[in-house]
């Protein structure tokens, strides 16, 4: 078994494992053992990489080739290079803080943690594919189970935002199938096979007609999931009704594979489309990341400004794929990278405060550092990442995204730029108020003095987040060559 | 002609059993019955050289033999689950023995069909699988609705073979003859011979209840026995299909600038008419009746094609979606048979009770809805890549809107059994030997005709023989 197909094989046995659980208690330390597994994978998959690199410079690292279809040339093709690496070490972290943060989840224990493993295995699989159709099976295998999940476990107006969500993501992936029919079927343009080859359609010459005409496909169908503004409208409401492991799953993870699928996709195998509509997603990424700035400073309930915010911080990342060039592209999967760690810290939090006071209200909040002051410190560490201080991820994220916007010298570009960076301020304003509101001050609510101390499990599902935000805040420089690096074969590809 | 001659001899055991055994026994005719269609289904796969008999009138070759072979899986399944519904209601009035017959009776009208080489052959065959069917459908003689959905049927029935047989003399009146072979290389677009195209495609269009042709299904679905309903589903609709799809690329194929506008018109009316109303069914028959109309609509992509491609696809897609609807209609069977309920009301809370019902009918729907891994994303999204192959990149993205419609409604039927805790659940029950044995067959075909390989392969090998 390589090193990779381990990513896909430990979680389902993971999952047939959970299948005979009979309580909570088995069913947490079964996902847990699993989570931690993944984890050490993951870790171990870093180090391996570097010594492979060292040796070895083909685009994917730990290629595995079999035909599946032979019909269709369908391989189950897999590798990694910097880029899929990082975010993979990203998913097994936020995994296993998700399981130690649903530590008590009472209702139907055993299969809130196999849909969680379910979606975990299809993000997994979606980083190491190389084959276009497996990476779009992995795709909907990491959707789907978000209808249960929010659908079963989730609050409020759990059955509609399931829907809604669910909907508007498969429709989603229903658009990106034409674009990668379009794609497949002009793999052939210079007299080769058809193929779904990733690296193999990236060496083709596509018609520029076609690209025209499946780059805007493509894109949209990656970034509904990535929350692009207009198709941004499921996230708050998913967000808001989903359970806290399955935000942070959510938010973490599986709206990385959005800006992910558009570098690794659109951008790479449709070069020329993406020069001729980048000016269109590049309005349409800057009026998202101001918008969502501006919804998040207006909100009350906690999860809908973070919904909010990680519509404008993700913006932000298909904003600097748009900027076509090295610097860029660098924060933008630093931002990616951040960003999973940040909102995942927060949904976490907010879970936490949730769980004790049963309100996501802030104006019914107040004083909260009193009562709970581990939690809120907390909270104020994610704030100043999540608003870009220096020290941690954010920062260097944001740094890199606009150094490189700034190397853009057109007129167009400029605006744009400016546009975004002033979703910054905002940024600043909504994260001190909440926490100024939420925070400081009072304590609003008498039966909020005495609030439950911090458990084990969460201090541990909070360190697990923490740790890698301030980790990439002090020394940037190792994960972003690793990213540097392998944005080569894009370098030389798209620009 | 091994099928036909064994589906025969099982007949005619069946009425000398009826004769022999006495009136206490009579149950064991199911168990009989059972076993003799297994034995049937079991040697069906054995390979069978390529035949033509009767002077051409009735071949076969190894595509026609793997499809019987499908179907005859189809119908085991089918018998098995439809054994505690017949047990406890017709054996008790003495009619189970006629319900095996009409229904083999019913099958051995598409092998003829389906193997036809001329067109009274198929004529022939095509009104042997309807007539019995009609009966079946008005087999629940004490339920009103059965009775209405008898005659509904047989009225709609016999007026699309008349207009088929119609179509068919005037194909006969241009080319001079019946056989296929012989029609290929006469036929030309005159206007009697496409007048005589359209009113003979018009007959099959009815039995795979294409837009505009669709009225009687949701009724008749409902009325029907449930067994009957997924018989006229999955069975019927998979063998006029293929035929259809036989005809279209050989014998009509110099009309193909024809009949490639019309299917498209014809696919997205379907498509979008079958998943509109299903939007809003609360009978769950109802409501696969008209998800079942919509799937029709999504074979008609591959159907467009006329490519080797295209045949692969549509056999492939026919053959998941046959195990994917008779989950379906296999856990709406169990959950009738035990309960009597049919709604989808009925069903809030399901998988609280019955948990592994429920979860049949997720990967039933998921298969039906195309959702990776389960086999029925794999066949749409063949069918989806034969369709683009040609260049129809509209009509795929009208499909997968259609997709993410028909995804609605399915998950509709998810949110009842998984998210709702309902007032009232179906209480646990246990499942008889022959149902459970009915549904694992399904599940086992759910999950692994699609991540399995080979078989696409073995298809679209067989397919070859059309192009």
Known sequence: ?495 | MRHEVSLLAIILLLVVAEIAIPKNRKSSILHLALLFFGIHTALGFLPLAESFLFGGMFRSNDMIHFFKGVLNIGVFTLLLQSADWLEKNMVSQERGTEFFILLFASLLGMYFMISAGDFLMFFIGMELSTLPVAALAAFEIIKRESGEAGIKFILSAALASGVSLFGITMLYATNGSIYFDDVLTTLTAENLTLLGFILFFAGLAFKISLVPFHFWTADVYQGAPIGIASYLSVISKGAAVFILMILLFTVLKPLMYIWKPMLYVLAVATMFTGNIFALRQENMKRFLAYSSIAQAGFILLGLMTGTQLGTATVVYFITIYIFSNLAAFGVVQAISTQTGKENMKDYEGLYRTNPRLSLIMMLALFSLAGIPPVAGFFGKFFLFTAAASEGYYLLVFLAVVNVTISLYYYLLVIRAMFIRKGEDPIPFFENKLYMRLGLLITVIGILALGLYSPLYDYIYQLSAFLN
């Open chain 1, 1 to 495: 078994m390589d090193i990779l197909s381990l990513f896909v094989v430990v979680p389902v046995l993971v999952i047939l494992a959970l299948v005979f659980t009979k309580d909570l208690k088995q069913a947490r330390i079964i996902s847990m053992i699993g989570a931690l597994v993944q984890l050490g994978m993951a870790v171990n998959l870093l180090f391996a990489y570097f010594r492979e690199r060292a040796v070895n410079d083909s685009i994917m690292l730990f290629n595995r080739d079999m035909v599946w279809f032979e019909q269709f040339n369908i391989h189950y093709n897999i590798g990694v290079d910097g880029i899929s690496v990082s975010l993979i070490l990203l998913t097994s972290i936020i995994v296993l803080a998700g399981v130690f943060i649903s530590w008590k989840m009472e209702e139907l224990p055993k299969e809130f943690f196999i849909s969680l493993i379910v979606l975990a295995t299809g993000v997994y699989g979606f980083f190491i594919s190389i084959d276009l159709f497996t990476m779009f099976v992995f795709y909907e295998i990491a959707v789907i189970p978000m209808y249960l999940l929010i659908g079963i476990w989730g609050s409020g107006n759990k059955e509609y935002s399931a829907m809604k969500l669910t909907l508007m993501l498969m429709g989603a992936s229903a658009v990106l199938l034409v674009g990668i029919l379009g794609i497949y079927f002009n793999s052939n343009a210079d007299g080769g096979e058809l193929t779904f080859n990733i690296l193999e359609i990236a060496k083709v010459n596509i018609p520029f007609e076609a690209q025209k005409l499946f780059f805007p496909l493509t894109f949209i169908g990656f970034a509904v999931l990535g929350a692009l503004f207009p198709f941004h409208t499921w996230s708050p409401d998913g967000h808001a009704s989903a359970p806290t492991a399955v935000s942070m799953l959510h938010a973490g993870v599986l709206m990385k594979l959005g800006g992910y699928g558009i570098f690794r996709v659109a951008m790479f195998l449709l070069p020329e489309g993406a020069l001729e509509w980048s000016w269109f997603f590049i309005i349409l990424s800057a009026t998202g990341v101001i918008y969502g700035a501006f919804a998040a400073l207006r909100q009350t309930d906690l999860k809908y400004i973070n919904a909010y915010a990680s519509v404008s911080h993700l913006g932000m990342v298909t904003f600097a794929l748009l900027m076509l060039n090295k610097t860029a592209w660098n924060g933008a999967i630093l931002q990616s990278l951040s960003h999973g760690f940040m909102t995942a810290l927060f949904f976490a939090l907010i879970g936490m405060i949730y769980g004790r006071t049963h309100t996501r209200d802030i104006t019914k909040l107040g004083g909260l550092l009193k009562v709970i002051p581990f939690i809120s410190v907390v909270y104020v560490i994610a704030g100043m990442a999540l608003l870009g201080l220096p020290g941690f991820s954010g920062f260097v994220a944001e740094m890199n995204i606009f150094m490189g916007a700034f190397q853009q010298d057109s007129m167009f570009y400029r605006i744009a730029t400016i546009v975004s960076i002033s979703a910054i301020v905002v940024t600043a304003v909504y994260v001190l108020r909440v926490v100024g509101i939420m925070l400081m001050g009072p304590v609003k609510n008498e039966a909020y003095n005495h609030l439950d101390a911090t458990t084990w499990y969460e201090k541990t599902g909070i360190m697990l987040l923490l740790i890698p935000i301030i980790g990439i805040g002090i020394a940037p420089l190792w994960i972003s060559n690793l990213i540097t690096e392998s944005l080569q074969p894009f370098i030389q590809g798209v620009l």
